[in-house]
T-cell receptor, first 111, second 113 residues
């Protein structure tokens, strides 16, 4: 069965650079969630989209933005990267039918 | 606001022994409850979930969890642990029909031979 695809799997950036993470939800899933998991931390909700509109927002820095496109894939854009942004970024998708599926994450390292 | 507490940061268990991981949640109504497992550097794999109905939930890999409303708990159990169960386990809570989950801090399980 198709799963949530995240790309890239690993990303290394320098401070003050910009990064774009991509998420391809399971086909026919209309909702996407982004989570950030710092080293040794639990995942923290960042932002979600339903039918291409932002549906909820968590502890997402103003330097970060995200959107969901017409094909339902989503991108998380991070600017002015800081060392503290180094984390595993998860995307999850759901169809609202009592299911939530996580991708394998993108590991971002900021040097 | 919803929150989850996993009181045990680290548990060591012998292979073949039983395992119980504790999870207490805070939520005003009947929550959606989840247990996820994460191997190092890997994604989150859903073990089981509770939405309603039977309070004893069966999951994958031989895991089960019991929802106890009176104790605000959703403890995870496995009768006989395998070495491959060594991982970090996260309990999570969400509002009905809302997957903006709040995760607990996680419990790291070490399995000794």
């Amino acid at each position: 069965a198709a799963g949530v695809i995240q790309s890239p799997r690993h990303l290394i950036k320098e401070k003050r650079e910009t990064a774009t993470l991509k998420c391809y939800p399971i086909p026919r899933h209309d909702t996407v969630y982004w989570y950030q998991q710092g080293p040794g931390q639990d995942p923290q909700f960042l932002i979600s989209f339903y039918e291409k509109m932002q549906s909820d927002k968590g502890s997402i820095p103003d330097r970060f933005s995200a959107q969901q496109f017409s094909d339902y894939h989503s991108e998380l854009n991070m600017s002015s990267l800081e060392l503290g942004d180094s984390a595993l970024y998860f995307c999850a998708s759901s169809s609202g039918a009592l299911s939530l599926h996580f991708g394998n994450g993108t590991r971002l390292t900021v040097t | 606001a919803q929150s989850v507490t996993q009181p045990d940061i680290h548990i060591t268990v012998s292979e073949g022994a039983s395992l119980e991981l504790r999870c207490n949640y805070s939520y005003g109504a009947t929550p959606y409850l989840f247990w996820y497992v994460q191997s190092p550097g890997q994604g989150l794999q859903l073990l089981l979930k509770y939405f309603s109905g039977d309070t004893l939930v069966q999951g994958i890999k031989g895991f089960e969890a019991e929802f106890k409303r009176s104790q605000s708990s959703f403890n995870l159990r496995k009768p006989s642990v395998h070495w491959s169960d060594a991982a970090e386990y996260f309990c999570a809570v969400g509002a009905p029909n809302d997957y903006k989950l709040s995760f607990g801090a996680g419990t790291t399980v070490t399995v000794r031979a």
